[in-house]
């Protein structure tokens, strides 16, 4: 069974475990040669990370004072900055850029409360990309179904597969469209997408400033809860979960729950039914106005625009060194005009208005967080098909950062079933809320999952 964060911080104060041997055991699943570890990883800090668990035992030994975590591995998604690293976004383009002179802060207060960085993963270059692939650096594959080899998500691609293949307990990734959410998903595992806002963006290479959140992916809501509270400064306390009877959910009658695939509808409804019965009220709502959303980005929408405004010079100079699929995705800004702009930044913050009022009444929407489990890497070999599987990844999840929403996402499929998430979403502001929300529903589905 995967250990949980507040698990090691026990087991670490009794002694019962050391740093150096947490570090030592994340090192072996990173190097096992039937694992995805030299996919998942871009950089590993072997000696550095062996360095500092000493330091760490040495302290606890001679009765010094430890952080917290002090020893707990942790792996970095390579769009975050690390004092003498270089911080490639999964790109080569910037492979000979020079490296950071400090960390990140979300980065610096997880390795202040003692957590270790084992090692940078790899990712969809530049952060644009659903399904993670990544053909400079190669793509990690999901723990389903291995031999067949089904994408990660993206576009936190190593960072979900560091944790599913528990290389790491922990990973920090980005969710700008639903890259923490996605992933996590495909891989059966739970990712958070914070309130913009929260955990400062200070170090972390931009896609989007009005949607670049930075979010964790661990196995379990907890886990997630306390890397989250340190990142946005706070202790790393866990909230208590609420009693089913005080939460309402509402799943929306919108394109959300259509066109499920099969085995995501199967845990979608069983999902719905042990909530329910867990003595949470979930109501069906008319929420039309969802389906607007996909007409108002029909051209890519503010993130293609400010992707392309950050890129612009970089595509002028050296256009052949990106990813073609992730360049001319960013290039499609350029259909974006001032006016439709304004238009979209204006029905956005209608659309936000309209959804906090909705959902005064609720705790959470609830909804499938992808469609679909993940494809074969081989089906998305056409350009075409890339962009489908895309785009059906980040149907669902891609509402949550259009509403400016904190949302989670967390496994619902059975034992042996297909990978399949159960997302929840709520006006911004709503976090630590929603981790108590999430700590009941992730209780009440621990029967259906063998837990």
């Known amino acids: 069974m995967p250990q949980s964060l507040a698990g090691l911080e026990v087991r670490l104060a009794q002694g019962t475990v050391t740093a150096r041997a947490l570090v030592e055991e994340s090192l072996a699943r990173i190097d096992d040669p039937d694992g995805e570890g030299k996919l998942a990883f871009l950089k590993v800090h072997r000696d550095r990370a062996r360095h500092l668990a000493d330091y760490y035992d040495s302290a606890r030994k001679a009765g010094y004072p430890v952080p917290r975590y ?23 383009l910037l492979a000979g850029a020079a490296p950071a002179a400090s960390d990140a802060p979300a980065i610096a207060r997880l390795k202040h409360a003692g957590f270790i960085a ?11 990309s659903g399904v993670g692939l990544n053909p400079h650096y190669g793509t990690p594959r999901s723990p389903w179904d291995r031999k067949t080899g089904r994408i990660p998500g993206g576009s936190s691609s190593g960072a979900a597969v560091s944790v599913a293949d528990g290389m790491v307990p922990l990973a920090i ?55 989250d509270a340190i990142m946005a400064g706070a202790d790393g306390d866990v909230p208590r979960a609420l009693p089913a ?30 909530l329910r019965s867990a003595g949470m009220r979930v109501d069906e709502i ?6 607007d959303i996909p ?48 238009e979209i930044i204006a029905a956005r913050r209608k659309l936000i208005r309209d959804n906090a009022r909705l959902m005064a009444s609720f705790d959470a929407l609830v909804v499938p967080t992808t469609p679909n489990v993940p494809p074969p890497i081989s089906a998305l070999e056409r350009d075409e098909d890339y962009l489908r599987f895309n785009a059906m ?11 400016d929403q904190c949302s989670i996402s967390l496994p619902m499929h059975a034992p042996g079933e297909p990978p399949a998430g159960l997302m929840l979403m709520a006006p911004h502001g709503r976090d630590r809320h929603m981790f108590a929300l999430a700590l009941a529903v992730e209780g009440a589905l621990a029967g259906t999952r063998g837990g």
Do not use: W
């Open 295 to 342: 007409a108002i980005n029909s051209k890519g929408g503010i993130v293609v625009a400010e992707a392309l405004a950050h890129h612009r010079r970089q595509l002028d100079e050296a256009e052949a060194s990106y990813d073609p699929r992730v360049s001319r995705r960013i290039l499609a800004g350029s259909q974006i005009s001032g006016a439709d702009l304004i």
């Open 70 to 92: 002090g020893g707990v591995p942790f792996s970095v998604k390579d769009l975050f900055d690390e004092a003498g690293e270089v911080t490639r976004a999964g790109s080569r």
């Open 286 to 291: 008319d929420y039309g106005d969802l389906r």
């Open 393 to 403: 990844s980040l149907r669902n999840t891609s509402i949550g950062n259009f509403l």
């Open 118 to 128: 084992i090692g940078r993963t790899n990712m969809t270059e530049f952060a644009y």
């Open 173 to 227: 990734g980005s969710d700008t469209g639903g890259s923490c959410r996605i992933p996590a998903a495909y891989n059966g595992i739970v990712g958070y997408k914070p309130s913009t806002g929260r955990v400062p963006l200070t170090g972390a290479y931009p896609l989007s400033a009005s949607f670049d959140s930075i979010g964790p992916i661990a196995n379990s809501v907890a886990c997630c809860a306390i890397a």
């Open 245 to 274: 009877d005080r939460i309402r959910f509402a799943v929306p009658r919108s394109h959300l729950i259509e066109n499920l695939e099969p085995e995501v509808e199967t845990s979608f409804a069983r999902a719905i039914a042990v």
